[in-house]
């Protein structure tokens, strides 16, 4: 084998493991449903996947229940800035500010730690296979079903994204404070509809919201001087005293369902029929006639909710935007960071083929080639064996 073969099959194994359909990445694209994914898609590469991350969420649901809360919203707060990758976890670099500081997770988001322990028990199990975005919708799906929620079908291969933006978070993710036609938009330009705004919405049967995100309601709503006149008025005494009008209180808690905080069931939707629901954009629910139909029928069929939450639960967990890190299938490495095990294990082959030929040169070789080197060529046929079987059998689990 001639000295330029070193590098040319290894440098076309790269390159053509890479998959890359077009040099281009699209960003600006539409977003897919199902790009891609397969139901078996670990079942070979790492069978025991499920159960480890229904054991790193338990563990911390042991000391801090909140957490379930926690876990299903960083995930949707993932996927709903271009599409689930993972990029939500991603620390800010030289090239970018990620989402972590947008407004609406900076001393918000949490659970990330959770998402770090889980991926590092992963990575014993299943070294370089499993994406850090197929972690999180597997955690959040364990947080539902852990609080008394409904199971749904997930499908698996999802790509963790290299990149992040502040921006693209601070403009996409919905806030509390805007009109419910805004936050509709935001969700159609998703490929989501109304009735995914108001089930989705059912998230807020679990966890806590901070004063400030809903305290104009309390004191002062929308420059009248006066509260809400829509909040019911025990439940807004009751949270005046959990948000004195001062600064003070901008960070306390208050629960999102105050009738059943941990459990999640449709009592989020029998609070918006009896005027206290939290968030404004919550109550705005109960304004428009199309969307209060929907939330009357929830309030009194819990059955009807958790079906239709476990559908839209599925749409949610398979937006995907097609960028050049999706369609080069890589899997990151590390949580934070943007390493990619692909990128390394190139970067680890392409210096052994030139250490190889260093080596042959300075003994006069290239007319016996080591058989060691022979066998490591066919390993590296195989390299990618974290690009996991495309077919299978059995279930997700
Ligand atoms: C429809 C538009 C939505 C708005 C405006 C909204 C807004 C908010 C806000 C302001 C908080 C409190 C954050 C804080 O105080 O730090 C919150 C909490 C939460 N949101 Fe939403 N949200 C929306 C939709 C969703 C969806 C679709 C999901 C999940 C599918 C979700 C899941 C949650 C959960 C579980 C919490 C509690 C988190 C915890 O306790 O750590 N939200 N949301």
Not at 53 to 80: E, P, Y
Not at 188 to 198: A, E, I, Y
Not at 240 to 256: E, F, V, Y
Not at 323 to 346: C, D, G, K, M
Request: glycine share 8%; net charge negative; aromatic share 12%.
């Amino acid at each position: 084998m001639s000295l330029s073969s070193y590098f040319t099959i290894p440098l076309f194994l790269c390159l053509s493991s890479l998959h890359l359909v077009s040099p281009f990445p699209s960003f600006g694209g539409q977003i897919d449903y199902d790009y891609n994914y397969n139901y078996n898609y670990y079942e070979r590469s790492c069978p025991r996947l499920r159960m480890i991350v229904q054991n790193g969420v338990w563990a911390a649901f042991k000391t801090d229940t909140r957490i379930a809360a926690s876990l299903l919203r960083l995930h949707f707060h993932d996927c709903f800035v271009n599409g689930c990758d993972a990029s939500i976890l991603l620390d800010d670099t030289i090239d970018f500010r990620g989402e972590k500081n947008a407004f609406p997770n900076r001393n918000s988001a949490r659970g990330y730690e959770v998402i770090d322990s889980i991926k590092a028990d992963v990575e014993q199990a299943c070294p370089s296979t499993v994406s850090c975005v197929d972690i999180l919708t597997l955690a959040a799906r364990e947080s539902v079903i852990l609080s008394g929620g409904p199971y749904y079908p997930l499908s698996f291969g999802r790509k963790d994204g290299f990149t992040a933006s502040e921006k693209a978070a601070n403009e996409q993710l919905p806030s509390p404070i805007e009109p419910l036609e805004n936050i509709t938009a935001k969700f159609t330009s998703k490929g989501l509809d109304m009735k995914d705004v108001v089930v989705l919405s059912g998230a807020h049967t679990i966890g806590f919201a901070q004063c400030f995100t809903f305290k104009r309601r309390l004191f002062d709503f929308k420059g009248t001087g006066k509260p809400d006149p829509t909040l019911e008025s025990s439940a807004l005494a009751n949270l005046q005293g959990m948000c004195p009008n001062k600064d003070a209180s901008n960070r306390n808690l208050a629960p999102l369902d105050s009738a059943s905080t941990y459990r999640f069931d449709n009592a989020y939707y029998v609070n918006l029929v009896n005027g206290t629901g939290l968030l404004e954009s919550d109550q705005a629910l109960m304004r428009d006639p199309k969307t209060s139909a929907i939330v009357t029928a929830y309030s009194s069929n819990s059955y009807l909710f958790s079906a239709d939450f476990a559908s839209s639960m599925t749409k949610l967990s398979n937006l995907v935007f097609p960028t050049i890190n999706n369609i080069a299938q890589v899997v990151r490495f590390h949580v934070h960071e943007q390493t990619s095990p692909n990128l390394f294990s190139y970067f680890v082959i392409i210096a052994f083929f030139l250490l190889m030929s260093l080596h042959r040169l300075a003994c006069g070789g290239g007319r016996h080639p080591s058989p060691g080197f022979e066998g490591d060529s066919d390993d590296l046929g195989g390299h990618g064996s974290h690009d996991f079987p495309k077919t299978g059998g059995g279930s997700d689990d």
